[in-house]
């Protein structure tokens, strides 16, 4: 059964502080991973979409990493504000007719 | 461009009763998918669309039905609520199929969401 799981489920981090967040997965196929964030009472918002043969995208503050052996990816958020806190959800697309959403990080940054 | 809006924001149902969940797209994007998400939970796919005139169930279709006549519209019909169907109910849209790239206009854009409550 395809699955995407996150960790840590939440984290409370200060204002000015970098933070990872850790995906793993076990999709077959692969086609390409997303990493995507949801404010609040918000629709997800696309940060990163990464290939197989992609290793790292950067989205400005936001850092995403890609190791298809291990099947792993990472976010890493860097001088974090306070606008940072919402769910970062992993996806990985089979490039099939279903994604495969993980459940979330639940990030707050606190000042 | 107002991108990808749902109608209604809020809505409480009373079980076997039967509503219309809107969605319209104004960036002329070919694929449109409808999504749940319940709490704690990961999204899941309820019915997409390849274009005006075709839709394909997804994940988790039951108690679902949908339609496709423009590009733009994509509403989401449910027949005989349920509590089980209590959830956020997120539309979304895409230029291109998943999994024939990665351009930008792959990318899939989603609405905010109608928050539904079945009681």
């Known amino acids: 059964k395809n699955q995407v799981e996150q960790s840590p489920q939440s984290l409370i981090i200060l204002e000015g502080k970098n933070c990872t967040l850790q995906?793993?997965?076990?999709?077959?196929?692969?086609?390409?991973l997303r990493w995507y964030k949801q404010d609040t009472g918000r629709g997800p918002v696309s940060l990163t979409i990464?290939?197989?043969?992609?290793n790292t995208k950067s989205n400005g503050r936001y850092t995403a990493t890609l190791d298809a052996d291990t099947k792993q990816s990472s976010l890493h958020i860097t001088a974090s504000q306070l606008s940072d806190s919402a769910s970062y959800i992993c996806?990985?697309?089979?490039?099939?007719?279903?994604?495969?959403f993980g459940k979330g990080t639940m990030l707050l940054v606190s000042p | 461009n107002a991108g990808v809006t749902q109608t209604p924001k809020f809505r409480i149902l009373k079980i076997g009763q039967s509503m219309t969940l809107q969605c319209t797209q104004d960036?002329?994007?070919?694929?449109m998918y409808w999504y749940r998400q319940d709490p704690g939970m990961g999204l899941k796919l309820i019915y997409y669309?390849?274009?005006?005139?075709?839709?394909d169930k997804g994940e988790v279709p039951n108690g679902y039905n949908v339609s496709r006549s423009t590009t733009e519209d994509f509403p989401l019909r449910l027949e005989l609520a349920a509590p089980s169907q209590t959830s956020v109910y997120f539309c979304?849209?895409?230029?291109?199929?998943?999994?024939?790239?990665?351009?930008?206009?792959?990318?899939?854009?989603f609405g905010p969401g109608t928050r539904l409550t079945v009681t």
């Open positions: 995906c793993n997965y076990t999709v077959s196929p692969f086609s390409n």
């Open positions: 990464m290939t197989f043969s992609e």
């Open positions: 996806v990985v697309d089979s490039g099939y007719s279903t994604l495969t």
């Open positions: 979304a849209s895409s230029y291109l199929a998943r999994g024939q790239g990665t351009e930008p206009s792959y990318e899939q854009y």
């Open positions: 960036m002329n994007h070919n694929y």
């Open positions: 669309s390849v274009g005006a005139g075709i839709t």
